[in-house]
């Protein structure tokens, strides 16, 4: 079956430079989640999109930005990195239903920040 | 939205039973209660999801009291494989419900 896609699966980007992860959600879903995740921590969530709108913010940085795209793929983009960007980057997506959804996991997306 | 306590970590022995309970006072009507499963430098994967009472899948068992404030995932004989972070949240169920991730629970699951 078709799991959520994050691309690319490692990223190595310098200070002060941009970036952008992708995300393909499984086919179908129309709700795609971003999260942050530090070494030792916990996932952070950063911003949600239901169908192409979006719909929850949370910890997202101002120098950080995303959207939803009318295929549904999500993009996360990332402007003026700091050392403390490096994280693994999550994306979730859900699928239609107003019950008991369970939400699909990508591999992530590891940002080195040098 | 609901805030979740868990226990930081835990230990076990393979073939034991555990069970994890997340506290969860301020739970709302419309919230359920969903427990996922991660691997380092791997994403979440969805364990169990429940409203009240009990949920039985193939790998787990989530048990919620009558007054919704708590629940305790339960897995049964554990292997090593079952060493992980484990986490309890609490939201609205359906696509547009949130999905925050509070501090989650690790078991370490020994020989």
């Known amino acids: 079956a078709a799991g959520v896609i994050q691309s690319p699966r490692h990223l190595i980007k310098e200070k002060r430079e941009t970036a952008t992860l992708k995300c393909y959600p499984i086919p179908r879903h129309d709700t795609v989640y971003w999260y942050q995740q530090g070494p030792g921590q916990d996932p952070q969530f950063l911003i949600s999109f239901y169908e192409k709108m979006q719909s929850d913010k949370g910890s997202i940085p101002d120098r950080f930005s995303a959207q939803q795209f009318s295929d549904y793929h999500s993009e996360l983009n990332m402007s003026s990195l700091e050392l403390g960007d490096s994280a693994l980057y999550f994306c979730?997506?859900?699928?239609?239903?107003?019950?008991?959804?369970?939400?699909?996991f990508g591999q992530g997306t590891r940002l080195t920040v040098v | 939205l609901a805030k979740t306590t868990q226990p930081i970590s835990m230990d076990s022995y393979e073939g034991q039973e555990v069970n994890i309970t997340c506290s969860h006072n301020?739970?709302?009507?419309?919230?359920?209660i969903t427990w996922y499963q991660q691997f380092p430098s791997q994403g979440p994967r969805f364990i169990i999801q429940?409203?009240?009472t009990k949920v039985t899948n193939e790998v787990a068992s989530l048990f919620i009291p009558a007054d919704r404030k708590s629940s305790t995932l339960s897995l049964p004989r554990v292997s090593l494989s079952d060493t992980a972070v484990y986490y309890c949240?609490?939201?609205?169920?359906?696509?547009?419900?949130?999905?925050?991730f509070g501090q989650g629970t690790t078991l370490q699951v020994k020989p």
């Open positions: 301020n739970i709302a009507t419309n919230d359920y």
């Open positions: 429940g409203y009240k």
């Open positions: 949240l609490v939201g609205e169920g359906g696509n547009t419900g949130k999905l925050i």
């Open positions: 979730a997506s859900r699928g239609q239903g107003k019950m008991n959804t369970e939400a699909f």
